[in-house]
T-cell receptor
Framework: DAKTTQPNSMESNEEEPVHLPCNHSTISGTDYIHWYRQLPSQGPEYVIHGLTSNVNNRMASLAIAEDRKSSTLILHRATLRDAAVYYCILRDRDDKIIFGKGTRLHILP | NAGVMQNPRHLVRRRGQEARLRCSPVKGHSHVYWYRQLPEEGLKFMVYLQKENIIDESGMPKERFSAEFPKEGPSILRIQQVVRGDSAAYFC??????????????FGPGTRLTVL
């Protein structure tokens, strides 16, 4: 079973920032926090990952709570192309990904 | 600089037939994973392979399903005697040789299997 909890769906207006929350209260010291997203009719794609410190890349930012029991994926300026299901995933030393139900993000024009 | 390739993209089979799904990983990647996504559901891990070895098949149904990743050629997911419940999207992913918690998995576009 997935070890993360995410809202089923969220809405955001186009060109505004989006904050996608994820709770992972049972995270272990060796778990990395990964985010993937799946656009309609496509395979998942990697977004970002981190361990303890906040991370930034060209797609998004990842803010990790100090106790690591929660994190937030931040899309700085959402576009219609960001409408997707976003998965927050904990990965330990195993290589397989355990997907949860994710958050379905709707972008309003 | 091709990504993960899967073929066919769409496959239709009648009950009892065999389905063969192929996956060519990113060039240089030696780890392959297969996932299944039933309609309106999340992705479920099926099997993890390295070249000529099955590393983790904990998500594979015990019967009718098999997977291989030969030394040469693509990885194959084989479903024998398909049933309607096998209708799903099957995604393949690959990752580079460095295994561990930080490796990124690159996913293919999927094969959508429909069993009539």
């Amino acid at each position: 079973d997935a070890k993360t909890t995410q809202p089923n769906s969220m809405e955001s207006n186009e060109e505004e920032p989006v904050h996608l929350p994820c709770n992972h209260s049972t995270i272990s010291g060796t778990d990395y926090i990964h985010w993937y997203r799946q656009l309609p009719s496509q395979g998942p794609e990697y977004v970002i990952h981190g361990l303890t410190s906040n991370v930034n890349n060209r797609m998004a930012s990842l803010a990790i709570a100090e106790d690591r029991k929660s994190s937030t994926l931040i899309l700085h300026r959402a576009t219609l192309r960001d409408a997707a299901v976003y998965y927050c995933i904990l990965r330990d030393r195993d290589d397989k990904i355990i997907f949860g139900k994710g958050t379905r993000l709707h972008i309003l024009p | 600089n091709a990504g993960v390739m899967q073929n066919p993209r769409h496959l239709v089979r009648r009950r009892g037939q065999e389905a063969r799904l192929r996956c060519s990983p990113v060039k240089g990647h030696s780890h392959v994973y297969w996932y299944r996504q039933l309609p309106e559901e999340g992705l479920k891990f099926m099997v993890y392979l390295q070249k000529e070895n099955i590393i983790d098949e904990s998500g594979m149904p015990k019967e009718r399903f098999s997977a291989e990743f030969p030394k040469e050629g693509p990885s194959i997911l084989r479903i024998q005697q398909v049933v309607r419940g096998d209708s799903a999207a099957y995604f393949c992913a690959s990752s580079p040789i460095v295994a561990g918690s930080t490796d990124t998995q690159y996913f293919g576009p999927g094969t959508r299997l429909t069993v009539l």
